[in-house]
């Protein structure tokens, strides 16, 4: 079955549609069983997709856990209330105190703070190593080191990483490989194909790809699948049908908007780039972007999100750009319809294994299903600011 096919097909088992087109919205806490032999035999069955109690799923749940499974690869996928839930399940779950962590510099914010304030109380270490290290992770590894955790591209300023490379060192001390997955949404990227034990995404971006819910998802090749569903249940990690009913709606069409994400994002980012108050543009499609040769080998395409550097340090100037926006909202997400923009800020902070030496401003967008041209123009006028 072809990718586009599969993403229509996926988690559409009679058992799930009942004869419809989509899974049935089960809402459920209680699963009520009409013999003792039945509440047996869904106690036995109850870590794969046999109703026991909601916090296992319904079968609203399974479908999405099914659909996933079938985008990314993989063994089974478990279901959190959000992206940063399952990124900190898939963390606990293959670590425990004494143990040694190997985190990208480059991870998501909350994705850090939850290393140094979190995992650090419980007396796991973590080392932050730069996005483009490659083999010389070798010179981080310890013997107590048992994750290397990746997000790639990197957050905000878009670095790619050599997957394969690192995933397969790490497997030859023994260590569990993570990666956040969620700019290659499991189309762009196919996470185990690269040696990926555990890929996790915040759904709540081009899964749901509408805005209106959060949802995390990680799916697990056989060898962590076991432990990862088993504790990320330990944890109370579960996610609500209506949530999972969202992302299943929105799955079908993840194929066709990330066409136009991407078309529009190159274009925007073609015109950026000759604007003389851009200084750069972080596209992983663009050689100037760090990784661009994984890209080029791993990925199948591109997306909406991006980044650039203006040649403009005056704070006053970038609000009045940022304020002047018609088309592009300011907010904290991105994988949804809509254009987005963000400024930046705290970089210094939030790298420390390759300092960010960049003195001028990086602003990130998202390039939402709006007319390219009404963005291209709206950013004109904004950029005109800067001047
Ligand atoms: C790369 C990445 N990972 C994880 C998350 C966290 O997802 P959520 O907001 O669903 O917790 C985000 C959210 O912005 C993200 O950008």
């Not at 229509?8 to 899974?23: F, L, M, Y």
């Not at 529009?264 to 851009?278: F, R």
């Not at 009045?320 to 705290?346: C, R, T, Y």
Request: hydrophobic share 40%.
């Amino acid at each position: 079955m072809k990718p586009d096919t599969r993403l229509i097909d996926s988690g559409r088992e009679q058992k799930w549609t009942q004869g419809g087109v989509n899974p049935v919205l089960q809402r459920a806490s209680t699963v009520v069983f009409d013999s003792v032999k039945d509440m047996k035999h869904a106690t036995a069955k109850r870590a794969g997709d046999t109703l026991f109690y909601g916090r296992r799923g319904t079968t609203t749940t399974f479908a999405l856990s099914q659909a996933m499974t079938e985008l990314e690869g993989g063994a089974g996928c478990a279901l959190y209330p959000c992206g940063t839930a399952a990124i900190t399940s898939a963390l606990l779950s293959f670590l425990k105190q004494g143990d040694h962590l190997l985190m990208v510099d480059t991870a998501y914010e909350p994705t850090r703070a939850f290393c140094d304030n979190m995992l650090k109380n419980l007396g796991i270490e973590t080392t932050y190593y730069d996005p483009l290290i490659g083999s010389d992770i070798k010179t981080l590894i310890q013997p107590n080191t048992k994750v290397l955790f990746l997000e790639s591209p990197g957050s905000n300023t878009m670095e790619i990483q050599d997957v394969p490379t690192l995933s397969k060192i790490a497997h030859q001390h023994d260590i569990t490989v993570i990666l956040d997955n969620t700019w290659g949404s499991g189309l762009l990227f196919k996470p185990f194909d690269y040696g990926v034990d555990i890929s996790v995404q915040a759904a709540t971006k081009y899964i749901v790809g509408h805005s209106d819910a959060m949802l995390g998802t990680a799916t697990a090749n056989e060898k962590h699948w076991p432990t990862l569903r088993e504790n990320s249940y330990l944890l109370g990690q579960c996610a609500a049908p209506d949530d999972c009913y969202m992302a299943l709606r929105g799955i079908r069409t993840l194929s066709v908007r990330m066409k136009q994400h991407q078309d529009s994002a190159l274009k925007v980012a073609h015109w950026l780039k000759e604007q003389a108050i851009v200084k750069t543009v972080f596209h992983p499609a663009f050689e100037e972007c760090p990784g661009h040769e994984f890209y080029k080998r791993d990925f199948s395409g591109s997306n909406g999100l991006f980044s650039f550097v203006v040649n403009c340090d005056d704070e006053a100037k970038i609000v009045a750009m940022l304020d002047s926006m018609q088309h592009f909202k300011m907010g904290f997400s991105w994988g949804g319809f809509e254009s987005l923009i963000l400024p930046v800020n705290g970089l210094d902070r939030l790298r420390t294994a390759k300092p960010w030496t960049e003195s001028n401003r990086l602003i990130r967008v998202h390039i939402g299903l709006e007319d390219v041209d009404d963005l291209i123009s709206d950013l004109a006028q904004g950029l005109a600011k800067l001047a």
